[in-house]
């Protein structure tokens, strides 16, 4: 999974980025509002593909979510019997 998900949202981030620039771009030209909000828009979307490389680089190096849980869980249990 791991190969194909961290490409496939860097690829999202390049062409999002892209467009950010062309859109920053066009605001040299003079203020538009609906450029500034989807400036804003690609901004949130950018910001979330971070994050979900952020998570996904977290699972492959940790494991699911899941099982991290239960590890903790089973740590703490003989914690509390020693």
């Keep these: 999974m791991f190969m ?6 860097h690829a999202e981030i390049d062409q999002l980025s ?9 605001l040299s030209q003079g203020r538009d509002p609906a450029v500034v ?5 690609l901004d949130v979307q950018l ?7 952020r998570a996904e680089r977290a699972r492959i190096r940790f494991g ?17 019997a020693a």
């Excluded at 194909?4 to 949202?9: D, K, L, V």
């Excluded at 892209?18 to 066009?26: C, D, I, K, P, Q």
């Excluded at 590890?71 to 249990?77: P, S």
């Design 4 to 9: 194909e998900t961290i490409p496939r949202i």
């Design 18 to 26: 892209e467009r950010r620039v062309a859109l920053w771009n066009s």
């Design 37 to 41: 909000e989807e400036i804003k828009a």
């Design 47 to 53: 910001e979330e593909l971070w994050q979900q490389i």
């Design 64 to 80: 699911e979510r899941d099982e991290i849980v239960r590890r903790a869980r089973a740590e703490e249990r003989l914690e509390r």
